[in-house]
């Protein structure tokens, strides 16, 4: 098929002789590029562009545009878009995801760096980036900083309120200063007001200290974090001040997970077994008052032969009980950071094709993109938390017992 609206052969190329312009080859091959790809994306909806068809299955709407490098210059490709369906032509662009976009320049920029070993360099030939110039790496980082700043700094308070949030930090090597040090990156996520989860926020620091946690926290909150519930995280004294001191209305759960490793360090190696299993079969009872009264043996069983243990036990109980204040349908979502530890591997897979970033910079970039992407495909898939559940968690308050005291809407609404 041919793509009149789009190219007039004739007529270009004479015009383009009788200029004899120094972009000819160039000029031509992009219209020769998209006429094609006009007339591909033709045959895929069964008719041609404006033309009534009774064999037409979808519409044309407009284009997108992506540049393709050749040995004649940057292209400048026009892409057809669908109403319905989706077309892309791979026979001509690779598909790729902003994640691995951003994989590809850091790892370019790493290469074209000098601080690339003999695997760096395999790699990078893997990716097919054998003949990357340092202008196009400046030219794709430039695409994707601006995508990436766009989605840490974006409002927060139309999606609110974020019932239940989630913190946890990643360390990662970078290079400062002619030497390698460890760098610390901050993420939050949480359920929104539409029940599906999303990344709230990401921050690079150089420690995981109360500071760099309280500034995090603080500019979630300005940009609109607001109706926050539970905070689940591990029991870092600096994340749990910073979550008292910006979120004043939350309560705080201990990772479950989290802590039994604090627990099973400080319990002799052949009496971990019984205890384990005796914490394990708190979690695995049917409401509130079972959980506390199945807590309460785990103490009684701890305190005569392990006063340590029980001590710990006793001082945490409020703080890895806080789940018992929400319906019980919740529970295994928000008693401990594992959903979180599923993203912290997402992110691990990619960041170790790079080993050491070169800068902070790369680490925003490859790990934003990587946060971005993964909050649209939880937009696109199903409800982390249903409506009518959630809507029954913010008329709950979780109190230090663990029990519920649900909150009369009617009082609520006039107070």
Same mark, same amino acid.
């Given at each position: 098929?041919?793509?009149?609206?789009?190219?007039?052969?004739?007529?270009?190329?004479?015009?383009?002789?009788?200029?004899?312009?120094?972009?000819?080859?160039?000029?031509?091959?992009?219209?020769?590029?998209?006429?094609?790809?006009?007339?591909?994306?033709?045959?895929?909806?069964?008719?041609?562009?404006?033309?009534?068809?009774?064999?037409?299955?979808?519409?044309?709407?407009?284009?997108?545009?992506?540049?393709?490098?050749?040995?004649?210059?940057?292209?400048?490709?026009?892409?057809?878009?669908?109403?319905?369906?989706?077309?892309?032509?791979?026979?001509?662009?690779?598909?790729?995801?902003?994640?691995?976009?951003?994989?590809?320049?850091?790892?370019?920029?790493?290469?074209?760096?000098?601080?690339?070993?003999?695997?760096?360099?395999?790699?990078?030939?893997?990716?097919?980036?054998?003949?990357?110039?340092?202008?196009?790496? /400046?030219?794709?980082?430039?695409?994707?900083? !601006?995508? #990436?700043? $766009?989605?840490?700094? +974006?409002? =927060? *308070?139309?999606?609110?309120?974020?019932?239940?949030?989630?913190?946890?930090?990643?360390?990662?090597?970078?290079?400062?200063?002619?030497?390698?040090?460890?760098?610390?990156?901050?993420?939050?996520?949480?359920?929104?007001?539409?029940?599906?989860?999303?990344?709230?926020?990401?921050?690079?620091?150089?420690?995981?200290?109360?500071?760099?946690?309280?500034?995090?926290?603080?500019?979630?909150?300005?940009?609109?974090?607001?109706?926050?519930?539970?905070?689940?995280?591990?029991?870092?004294?600096?994340?749990?001040?910073?979550?008292?001191?910006?979120?004043?209305?939350?309560?705080?759960?201990?990772?479950?997970?989290?802590?039994?490793?604090?627990?099973?360090?400080?319990?002799?190696?052949?009496?971990?077994?019984?205890?384990?299993?005796?914490?394990? /079969?708190?979690?695995?009872?049917?409401?509130? !008052?079972? #959980?506390? $009264?199945?807590?309460? +043996?785990? =103490? *009684?069983?701890?305190?005569?032969?392990?006063?340590?243990?029980?001590?710990?036990?006793?001082?945490?109980?409020?703080?890895?009980?806080?789940?018992?204040?929400?319906?019980?349908?919740?529970?295994?979502?928000?008693?401990?950071?594992?959903?979180?530890?599923?993203?912290?591997?997402?992110?691990?897979?990619?960041?170790?094709?790079?080993?050491?970033?070169?800068?902070?910079?790369?680490?925003?970039?490859?790990?934003?993109?990587?946060?971005?992407?993964?909050?649209?495909?939880?937009?696109?898939?199903?409800?982390?938390?249903?409506?009518?559940?959630?809507?029954?968690?913010?008329?709950?308050?979780?109190?230090?017992?663990?029990?519920?005291?649900?909150?009369?809407?009617?009082?609520?609404?006039?107070?």
């Amino acid at each position: 098929m041919t793509a009149p609206h789009i190219i007039d052969p004739a007529g270009l190329l004479g015009e383009a002789l009788a200029e004899a312009s120094p972009d000819l080859m160039r000029s031509l091959l992009q219209s020769i590029i998209n006429a094609l790809l006009s007339a591909d994306a033709d045959n895929v909806v069964g008719a041609e562009w404006g033309r009534p068809s009774s064999e037409r299955t979808a519409q044309r709407n407009g284009y997108r545009h992506r540049d393709l490098d050749t040995r004649v210059g940057t292209l400048d490709v026009a892409i057809p878009k669908l109403r319905s369906g989706t077309y892309f032509p791979d026979w001509l662009l690779e598909r790729r995801k902003r994640a691995e976009t951003a994989l590809i320049t850091v790892v370019a920029d790493c290469y074209l760096a000098g601080v690339s070993t003999r695997r760096m360099d395999k790699l990078v030939k893997t990716l097919g980036i054998n003949a990357l110039s340092k202008s196009q790496v /400046s030219r794709m980082a430039s695409d994707l900083d !601006a995508q #990436v700043a $766009a989605f840490r700094h +974006r409002p =927060l *308070d139309e999606a609110g309120p974020f019932t239940f949030v989630a913190a946890d930090a990643l360390t990662m090597k970078v290079r400062e200063a002619g030497r390698v040090i460890n760098a610390v990156v901050l993420v939050a996520t949480g359920v929104n007001g539409d029940g599906h989860r999303e990344v709230l926020g990401m921050r690079v620091a150089t420690a995981e200290t109360r500071s760099a946690w309280n500034e995090f926290f603080a500019d979630l909150v300005a940009r609109g974090l607001a109706g926050v519930k539970l905070v689940t995280s591990d029991a870092h004294a600096g994340l749990v001040e910073a979550i008292a001191a910006n979120l004043p209305g939350a309560t705080w759960q201990r990772c479950r997970t989290h802590y039994a490793a604090n627990l099973m360090a400080i319990t002799p190696k052949a009496l971990w077994p019984a205890v384990k299993a005796m914490l394990h /079969s708190v979690y695995d009872q049917p409401d509130a !008052a079972s #959980v506390n $009264a199945q807590f309460d +043996r785990l =103490l *009684d069983y701890v305190a005569g032969k392990l006063p340590k243990v029980a001590e710990h036990l006793d001082a945490a109980r409020a703080d890895i009980l806080a789940f018992t204040g929400f319906p019980k349908d919740v529970w295994t979502q928000i008693w401990s950071n594992n959903p979180a530890e599923r993203l912290n591997k997402e992110i691990r897979r990619r960041t170790d094709a790079v080993g050491i970033f070169p800068n902070r910079d790369a680490i925003v970039r490859l790990i934003g993109a990587v946060l971005a992407e993964q909050t649209d495909e939880w937009a696109e898939g199903r409800r982390y938390l249903g409506l009518d559940l959630l809507a029954r968690c913010r008329l709950t308050t979780a109190t230090a017992t663990g029990t519920e005291v649900n909150t009369d809407p009617v009082l609520e609404l006039t107070a």
